[in-house]
């Protein structure tokens, strides 16, 4: 129990600085090729700190039940960044938002959620479905790119990155360097989480819904505070959304191609969870273009429910 605890914090420690140094190198080099900050927010950071979903679930699929645990990674990590990520940032940064740019991409969030319970909800996650998933992918990127073309937000602001004054040749390499780390700890993370859960008799689905997706969703949460603190609130929401547009179409899908099967865990109670937080928050949005403290503590107040309901 002991190495497997050692195993498990190792690999989340990798993933959130690794995750860190590659999202802040990506939205650099963003910058620097004049990519807009819809892009930025959306897909550079939003994608990519959603990259240690991606990796842990993917080579979750070789461990026994491994479905069950990339599912559960993935599924938790869309509850997480909604009545976690999002509720804490709110709560400490109140911020008013681009109508028009968020309900866009909200709608967007809204779609890859509902697409990816729809194939889980008879719990086997099929070869076909996790294609189209992915095509859903492509044609979400695309939809973005077009949207930042019409509407330019403005450029990320870098100035507080350690990498602003380094060549782009070293920036490029920080970030290939962070990929590689995100990989090992990834690794890292599964090999411990699998052990606790066999060692404390806990299920993998219920290990993918809790300890995979907290652990994966540190590096949205640093993002997310650091666009906050900055006042980037179009940076904020792009990430969030971006993230779960990520999780439920790049790694469901991609654990569906790679790792087709039934699932062990009846994960129902929790999409339904992942489904309510999104309606909730798109509500909130739509309801207004200001995000006040007590709708970030409405949001938090789910999460112990998703945990509640997957324990």
């Known amino acids: 129990m ?36 819809v892009i930025v927010g959306a897909v550079v950071i939003g994608f990519g700190s959603s ?25 938790g990590s869309n509850i997480a960044n909604l009545s976690l990520v999002l509720a804490v940032s709110v709560i400490f940064y109140p911020f008013t938002g681009s109508g028009r740019i968020i309900k866009r991409e909200g709608a967007l969030m809204a779609v890859a959620v509902a697409m990816a319970s729809v194939f889980l909800w008879d719990e086997v996650l099929t070869v076909t479905e996790g294609a189209i998933l992915l095509l859903a992918l492509v044609v979400a990127g695309f939809i973005v790119v077009r949207w930042s073309k019409e509407t330019d937000v403005g450029d990320f602001d870098q100035d507080e990155s350690d990498l602003a004054h380094r060549p782009t040749w070293q920036v490029l390499s920080i970030a290939l360097a ?38 994966t969703s540190l590096p949205e949460l640093g993002a997310v505070l650091a666009s906050a603190r900055r006042g980037r609130n179009d940076l904020v929401l792009g990430n969030v959304i971006g993230s779960n547009v990520f999780n439920s179409l790049a790694v469901v899908g991609a654990t569906g191609v790679f790792g087709a099967g039934s699932l062990v865990t009846d994960f129902r109670p929790d999409l339904l969870v992942m489904v309510a937080v999104s309606l909730i928050a798109g509500v909130l949005v739509w309801s207004g273009d200001r995000l006040q403290r007590i709708e970030g503590f409405v949001l938090l107040a789910a999460y112990p429910v998703a945990i509640w309901l997957a324990i």
């Open 2 to 37: 002991i190495l497997d605890v050692f195993w498990l914090l190792l690999g989340v420690a990798v993933i959130v600085f690794s995750a860190d140094r590659m999202v802040l190198a990506t939205a650099d080099l963003a910058s620097r090729w004049g990519v807009s900050a």
């Open 51 to 75: 990259a240690p979903e991606l990796v842990v679930s993917v080579l979750a699929l070789d461990q026994p039940n491994g479905l069950d645990l990339a599912v559960g990674n993935a599924v």
């Open 178 to 215: 962070a990929m590689v780390a995100l990989v090992l700890g990834a690794r890292s993370m599964v090999v411990g989480a699998e052990g606790i859960a066999l060692e404390i008799g806990m299920s993998e689905g219920v290990v993918g819904l809790t300890i995979l997706a907290l652990g």
